[in-house]
């Protein structure tokens, strides 16, 4: 599957997994911007920024498409609770940057480079509480255990991911709990709360947060690819950015496996620090070994896999838009 | 009432308040230590060192006196919040450390120093993370509600107080709400959640709330007095440290007030940076003027009122300490 093609459909597959939920998508938009208004003003705007600089909403999608596809809820809670996801969401974005010190994202500057790190970390963590409240005043039991374990496993990933830079004998070990747990665990707790909110049986919760699970490894892997193959302006961020922070990720990984006959590209890898020249010239062996398929290829079968789970539901707008939710995660090019 | 004295009888009032609730104490430290504990080894070490570097544990006292003043509550819930507030504490504590980028605390180095920034921005969102997990899991609808919306007033005063450093104009106008919201608002919270654990009526809650009100605010002005008058072997803290990082806190507004005559103070303060050289002389200004007494006072009558809440409750050895923790707030020197 080339990425060329994959590409070329991103906008029809994008407005048919929204076209489904456009009004709640709308309502999500007003409830965050509601929420993080705050009567001290540079909370406000940087929140406020935060939120114009856009993003694509996958995780308060991925909890109303499951809650929809599981029946009828309350739908004002819904709406609180897809709001928090996105909250929480862009909370570690912001901790994210103020850690890899990015100074861009999505062609605008980073809170870090507009506000500095101070108010950054406490921007991040003024989302996080705002999540955190509406969670609180609008989550039932099961949906607060599920989405704060969640928590727990995102930023412990996140920590050893930040530990193991560099280190590639981390990455090899440890790839798939990294991307599983700051990606994939909580959009499988998005999806698992949707049909949590719609009364759906453990059996269905259980398929929701599958498919969830899967999707999130998905996108994480076509991150990872977008990271070297991606076109700067359309993702938000350098190309070979994880390279030369010291993410060995997916493609990299399977560069070393099927390409590394001499042992070179180890070796330059093992020294820890990477160079943008050294980045570019790794970048290169990378996708010369085929290494970008053979990762595109796993997103593929785990986005097969997500679609798989969702057999078990009755055919509606909702598990159509589910499907297409998951084809584009791994057909974007941003 | 002159510091010296205050410092003096410092041992005694601590074990007297401490001493009511020794077991339950001992309780919190090994669920704080079980619970921090992560198979993410770095989560596990920043954590670790974090609790070992001690503390007064004054939130999770707050929590249990109230409770157990109030009646008889499920003793293993009641442990599990009160080591959810020092995690929430705990947290504050690394993200502050980053933000003014402190480098020793209580007479170690800080998370920043050992970790760098990166971890201790995560670090403090892991213990903000497990704080969030045990709240989910162990409180109830009325206690979350309360703390998550303290939670958020806590980050919107430390936005304030950092977008506000070295602005008199906004020191002199919000500093009673800075402190409220910093330190305040939490501890209120703390005594309000034990009451509604232990079932107390709304007056009880209530009052609880207001004590603990009227304690934060006396602790944080007691800090603020300490800042220019303390010892830094003992607070653990580089005197003056607000002065420079551009905090103008009560001592500094009552010098104003009170003995500036020339406006010379009020010229030095307004440039906004304040040297090391400059923060010792305008230390010397305050401690002259009377302003450190006049603070104290404003401590002690914050005190006072915070144990007229108290009559309300029938007399224990939990109200004896709860009052006895009032007193340490005020008389404490580190």
């Given at each position: 599957?080339?990425?060329?093609f994959?590409?070329?459909?991103?906008?029809m597959?994008g407005?048919?997994?929204?076209?489904a939920?456009?009004?709640?998508?709308?309502?999500i938009e007003?409830?965050?911007?509601s929420?993080?208004?705050s009567?001290?003003?540079?909370?406000?705007d940087l929140s406020g920024?935060l939120?114009?600089?856009?993003?694509?909403?996958?995780r308060?999608?991925l909890l109303?498409?499951s809650a929809l596809a599981c029946?009828e809820?309350?739908r004002?809670r819904?709406t609180?609770?897809?709001?928090?996801?996105?909250l929480?969401?862009?909370?570690?974005l912001?901790?994210?940057d103020?850690?890899?010190?990015?100074?861009e994202?999505?062609?605008s500057?980073t809170a870090?480079a507009?506000f500095?790190?101070?108010?950054?970390?406490?921007?991040?963590?003024y989302l996080?509480?705002?999540?955190?409240h509406?969670l609180c005043?609008h989550g039932?039991?099961?949906?607060?255990k599920?989405l704060s374990?969640?928590?727990v496993?995102?930023?412990e990933?996140?920590?050893l991911?930040?530990?193991?830079?560099?280190d590639?004998?981390?990455?090899?070990?440890?790839?798939?709990r990294?991307?599983?747990?700051k990606?994939?665990?909580f959009?499988?707790?998005?999806?698992?709360?949707?049909?949590?909110l719609?009364?759906?049986?453990?059996?269905?919760c259980?398929a929701m947060r599958?498919y969830?699970?899967?999707?999130?490894l998905?996108f994480?892997i076509t991150?990872?690819?977008?990271?070297?193959?991606?076109?700067?302006?359309?993702?938000?961020?350098?190309?070979g950015a994880?390279?030369?922070?010291?993410?060995?990720?997916l493609?990299v990984?399977?560069?070393l496996r099927?390409a590394?006959g001499?042992g070179s590209?180890r070796?330059?890898?093992?020294?820890g620090h990477?160079?943008?020249?050294?980045?570019?010239?790794i970048?290169?062996i990378?996708i010369e070994?085929g290494a970008?398929?053979?990762?595109n290829?796993?997103?593929a079968?785990?986005v097969?896999?997500a679609i798989k789970?969702?057999?078990?539901?009755?055919q509606?707008?909702y598990?159509?838009?589910l499907?297409?939710l998951a084809e584009?995660?791994?057909?974007?090019?941003g």
């Amino acid at each position: 599957m080339s990425i060329t093609f994959l590409h070329s459909d991103q906008g029809m597959l994008g407005s048919n997994w929204t076209s489904a939920i456009a009004d709640e998508l709308e309502s999500i938009e007003l409830t965050i911007r509601s929420v993080i208004n705050s009567s001290v003003e540079v909370a406000s705007d940087l929140s406020g920024r935060l939120l114009a600089s856009g993003g694509k909403r996958i995780r308060p999608s991925l909890l109303t498409l499951s809650a929809l596809a599981c029946g009828e809820c309350d739908r004002e809670r819904m709406t609180y609770l897809a709001a928090a996801t996105e909250l929480v969401h862009m909370a570690s974005l912001v901790h994210d940057d103020v850690i890899d010190e990015t100074r861009e994202r999505r062609g605008s500057a980073t809170a870090g480079a507009q506000f500095g790190n101070k108010i950054s970390v406490l921007g991040g963590d003024y989302l996080l509480s705002k999540a955190f409240h509406l969670l609180c005043v609008h989550g039932n039991p099961d949906i607060l255990k599920s989405l704060s374990a969640t928590a727990v496993v995102m930023v412990e990933s996140e920590i050893l991911q930040a530990s193991g830079e560099g280190d590639l004998s981390l990455w090899e070990s440890e790839y798939w709990r990294i991307i599983r747990g700051k990606t994939a665990d909580f959009m499988a707790s998005c999806c698992e709360c949707g049909a949590m909110l719609a009364d759906a049986d453990v059996n269905q919760c259980q398929a929701m947060r599958e498919y969830g699970l899967q999707l999130g490894l998905a996108f994480q892997i076509t991150d990872d690819v977008l990271d070297i193959a991606g076109n700067s302006e359309l993702t938000g961020k350098e190309t070979g950015a994880d390279l030369i922070n010291g993410k060995f990720t997916l493609p990299v990984l399977m560069a070393l496996r099927d390409a590394d006959g001499d042992g070179s590209l180890r070796k330059t890898l093992s020294k820890g620090h990477i160079s943008a020249c050294e980045a570019e010239k790794i970048t290169a062996i990378i996708i010369e070994s085929g290494a970008l398929e053979t990762a595109n290829s796993a997103a593929a079968d785990c986005v097969e896999a997500a679609i798989k789970q969702l057999s078990i539901f009755p055919q509606s707008i909702y598990t159509d838009a589910l499907k297409s939710l998951a084809e584009f995660v791994i057909s974007r090019n941003g």
